[in-house]
């Protein structure tokens, strides 16, 4: 299995961008985020005309999270269990020739000490419940998405710019990492240990072309799948291309 995770940052705006993508790297699956659109608005015959199936959990203007795969997605499931209708569309899930797929884009937060960062980190623990109560760190289970934090010093182009700022502060950190000891390993820095690479760059001061950016968007895995994964990688090119979303897909391969 090929996966990648893409913060299209609009579906609409981002449309020949995703295609030209996919034909090139023609991934077996394809978790995006901030879609920013309805179900119903979701373009789907641009990708199921590909052979691609394609499931939604969208809403109007905002967020929104979808899978595109080859393989049929099972066991949908769209948001936390007990959400009411009002909650924002942030997590998708779905079994993907046996492996359990989950897709989120965590909230932004805004700025430390505001009300969107306390969200945020609300969020980030009911997803630590999440796998608690529904998962088991045996099962080959995989969670990507855009998760607006820099889990280290590494993940950042000026630790020392970004340090206390939100998407880089101690408690998105912290809350990250609560995460991840549930039983979980980044697959990027499981094939590049020491590499200083970026999934974000701010569209504005030219943060791309000087290359200051975060690696905020992460495939983690449990140890079955850790064992499975031959590559992960973090690929620039889309970035450069005419209309780009802020942020580039990231990829991970399975045997």
């Not at 979701?42 to 905002?62: H, I």
Request: negative net charge.
């Amino acid at each position: 299995m090929k996966l990648a995770t893409w913060n299209v940052n609009s579906i609409a705006a981002r449309l020949p961008v995703v295609l030209r993508w996919i034909e090139e790297e023609k991934p077996d699956a394809l978790c995006l985020q901030e879609i920013k659109c309805i179900d119903d608005k979701f373009p789907r015959e641009a990708f199921t005309s590909l052979g691609y199936e394609v499931e939604t959990f969208g809403q109007p203007t905002y967020n929104g999270v979808a899978i595109i795969s080859l393989a049929r997605c099972e066991s949908l499931q769209r948001g936390f269990p007990g959400d009411t209708p009002e909650a924002q569309s942030r997590l998708i899930a779905a079994t993907i020739d046996g492996v359990r797929v989950i897709n989120v884009y965590v909230p932004n937060g805004s700025e430390v000490g505001s009300d969107k960062y306390a969200f945020k980190l609300d969020w980030m623990k009911r997803l630590r419940g999440f796998l608690d109560s529904h998962y088991a760190k045996d099962q080959p289970l995989l969670i990507c998405g855009d998760f607006n934090v820099a889990p280290e010093d590494i993940d950042v182009h000026d630790a020392e710019q970004w340090r206390g700022q939100v998407l880089f502060s101690d408690p998105e950190r912290a809350a990250l990492e609560e995460i991840r000891e549930w039983g979980l390993v980044d697959a990027f820095r499981l094939h590049n240990k020491e590499s200083k690479q970026f999934s974000w760059w701010d569209y504005r001061a030219a943060a791309f072309r000087r290359n200051a950016g975060l690696r905020i968007d992460h495939i983690f895995v449990t140890e079955p799948l850790a064992a499975r994964c031959t590559s992960a990688r973090i690929d620039k090119e889309p970035r450069r291309w005419e209309r780009p979303s802020d942020h580039t897909p990231v990829i991970a391969e399975f045997r």
